[in-house]
Antibody, heavy 121, light 110 residues
Framework: QVQLQESGPGLVKPSETLSLTCTVSGYFISSDYYWGWIRQPPGKGLEWIGIIYDGGTTYYNPSLKSRVTISGDTSKNQFSLKLNSVTAADTAVYYC??????????????WGKGTTVTVSS | QSVLTQPPSVSAAPGQKVTISCSGSSSNIGNNYVSWYQQFPGTAPKLLIHDNNKRSSGIPDRFSGSKSGTSATLGITGLQTGDEADYYCGTWDNSLSAGVFGGGTKLTVL
């Protein structure tokens, strides 16, 4: 059974870097699937952040691309999100998920429980 | 402003049928497959439908998906109070080279 668990600071100061890690169990991240991040500001809808594939292929939301880096660590079976120069607008629940991406087909089939990140001084 | 457009809310009585629309363009829905997610308050989204009309494992056949041109529809029959949730559509956008979601639709079972 594939499980994903987000971890990282729940509070980040404005202008600093938000760093989160997703630990995957039950599946090797180096196999077959992309792995990604999605966020949800309080009371709002889902926002797609980006995905990564073994070997480093990444796709990012253009609106966040200048501030986002997603990386993977196959030795730990983890992947990470870094979002720099954060503001209050980056306050959200951040989810990691497994992404089934094959050209025209893409969906997130397994999700972590989510972690709340607040940007505040 | 989401790339995909969904109605903010829909409602129907228990036992009835409801549909939720998701409108996009040729750069997203028109040339890619659509997925649908269900989210209860305070929990992570759950995949309901992928590849336009394929139910995810364990999803009852009361839930169905369809696509026509640049729009997609989620249908739910035999509505139950336990179906009250937010529903999101998602797909890939070729112009953005990124995934996109609709703004979400809140389903109320009256």
């Amino acid at each position: 059974q594939v499980q994903l668990q987000e971890s990282g600071p729940g509070l980040v100061k404005p202008s600093e870097t938000l760093s989160l890690t997703c630990t995957v169990s039950g599946y090797f991240i180096s196999s077959d699937y992309y792995w990604g991040w999605i966020r949800q500001p309080p009371g709002k809808g889902l926002e797609w952040i980006g995905i990564i594939y073994d070997g480093g292929t990444t796709y990012y939301n253009p609106s966040l691309k200048s501030r986002v880096t997603i990386s993977g660590d196959t030795s730990k079976n983890q992947f990470s999100l870094k979002l720099n120069s954060v503001t209050a607008a980056d306050t959200a629940v951040y989810y990691c998920a497994r992404a089934d991406y094959h050209g025209a087909k893409t969906h997130m089939d397994v999700w972590g429980k989510g972690t709340t990140v607040t940007v505040s001084s | 402003q989401s790339v995909l457009t969904q109605p903010p809310s829909v409602s129907a009585a228990p036992g009835q049928k409801v549909t939720i629309s998701c409108s996009g363009s040729s750069s997203n829905i028109g040339n890619n497959y659509v997925s649908w997610y269900q989210q209860f308050p305070g929990t992570a989204p759950k995949l309901l439908i992928h590849d336009n009309n394929k139910r995810s494992s364990g999803i009852p056949d009361r839930f169905s998906g369809s696509k026509s041109g640049t729009s997609a529809t989620l249908g739910i029959t035999g509505l139950q109070t336990g179906d009250e949730a937010d529903y999101y559509c998602g797909t890939w956008d070729n112009s953005l080279s990124a995934g996109v979601f609709g703004g979400g639709t809140k389903l109320t079972v009256l």
